[in-house]
């Protein structure tokens, strides 16, 4: 079986940026999925809670 391009499928919809370190996390997922700023920080702020994090997106 062949390997998959994963690019076809997933993309980059925003960037964790921690403002009091230099270690930014990209947010990707599947092209058919839209999440909003605050459902992101839902989703990541357990890992955040040390860091002082905002989202950016387009």
Known sequence: MGS???NL???VIAIVH???DDDDKKVVT?????Y?????MALV?????FF???????
């Not at 702020?45 to 809670?49: A, C, H, L, T």
């Not at 002082?52 to 387009?58: L, R, V, Y």
Request: aromatic share 6%; net charge positive; no cysteine.
């Open 4 to 6: 998959v391009n994963l």
């Open 9 to 11: 499928y997933q993309t």
């Open 18 to 20: 921690r403002k009091n």
């Open 30 to 34: 599947n092209k058919t999925h839209r």
């Open 36 to 40: 909003s700023k605050q459902q992101i």
């Open 45 to 49: 702020e357990f890992q955040e809670r």
């Open 52 to 58: 002082d994090s905002e989202i950016i997106m387009d």
